[in-house]
C-alpha cells in the first residue's frame, strides 16, 4: 500500500479488488448509462450486492459521462454504492474533465452525504479503453485538488485490481507528490 496525508485526509493506493473493502462506507461502481449489471467492475458489485442493487440503480438512469449517483449497497459489506458513469476513451470528450467529474461528483456526494471513506476502482480503464497512465494521472490529480478542501471524508482508496495497473498509480503519485 502506498499513502499519502492531505490537509485530515488520507489518500491510499492498494491491489486489491473493489467487492472486498469491509472497512470503507462508500464504493464506487464504474457504471453503465442505464445502471444496470454489465461486465467488469460493475458486474462484479452486482453479483455480491445482489439483485436489489440493480432495482434501485436502473431507477436513477441513464446518466450522463462524469455524473455520479449513490444507491445502498445491499450484500456488500459496504453502506452505499456510488455509481459513475466513465467517458469512453476519444469517445466522450473531453474525455480527461468527464473522468475528473466522476472523481469530483463521487467526492462532492460523500461531502453531503457525511460519508468518511470510499474506495475507487480505475474508472474507464476497461471497457472504456482509457490508458492506465493517462487514467491515473486524472484521477490522482482530481483527488488531491478535492482532498484540500474536504470536511467529512477521511479515507480516500485507490483499488487497483492488477498488479501493473497498482504500480502504475503508485508511480504516479509518487510523481504528483514531488
Ligand atoms: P469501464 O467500463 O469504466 O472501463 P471496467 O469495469 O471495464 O470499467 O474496468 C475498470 C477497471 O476496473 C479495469 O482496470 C479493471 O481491470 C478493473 N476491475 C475489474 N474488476 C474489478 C474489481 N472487482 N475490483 C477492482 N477493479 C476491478
Known amino acids: ?14 491491489q486489491g479488488d473493489i467487492t472486498n473493502q469491509n ?3 462508500a ?3 464504474a457504471a453503465n448509462a442505464y445502471l444496470r449489471i454489465g461486465g467488469g467492475v460493475a458486474g462484479a458489485i452486482h453479483m455480491a450486492a445482489g439483485p436489489e442493487l440493480e432495482r ?3 431507477e436513477l438512469g441513464p446518466i450522463k459521462p462524469g455524473e455520479a449517483v449513490i444507491t445502498n449497497a445491499y450484500n456488500l459489506p459496504n453502506k452505499y454504492v456510488i455509481h459513475c458513469l466513465g467517458p469512453v476513451y ?10 475528473a467529474n466522476c472523481y469530483k461528483n463521487a467526492i462532492d456526494i460523500c461531502e453531503d452525504k457525511d460519508i468518511e471513506s470510499i474506495a475507487f476502482p480505475a ?13 491515473a494521472q486524472v484521477a490522482l490529480k482530481e483527488i488531491i485538488n478535492k482532498m484540500k478542501t474536504l470536511k467529512k471524508l477521511k479515507t480516500i482508496r ?7 495497473d ?5 508511480e504516479t503519485l509518487k510523481m504528483l507528490s514531488k
Do not use: C, W
Open 1 to 14: 500500500m502506498k499513502q499519502m496525508k492531505i490537509e485530515n485526509a488520507n489518500l491510499e493506493i492498494v
Open 23 to 25: 472497512d470503507i462506507e
Open 27 to 29: 464504493i464506487v461502481n
Open 56 to 58: 434501485e440503480s436502473t
Open 90 to 99: 476519444e469517445r466522450d470528450i473531453p474525455h480527461d474533465k468527464l473522468l
Open 123 to 135: 474508472i474507464s480503464t476497461g471497457a472504456f479503453g482509457y490508458p492506465v497512465e493517462e487514467a
Open 158 to 164: 485507490m483499488v487497483l485490481f492488477s498488479n501493473h
Open 166 to 170: 497498482f504500480l502504475v498509480h503508485k
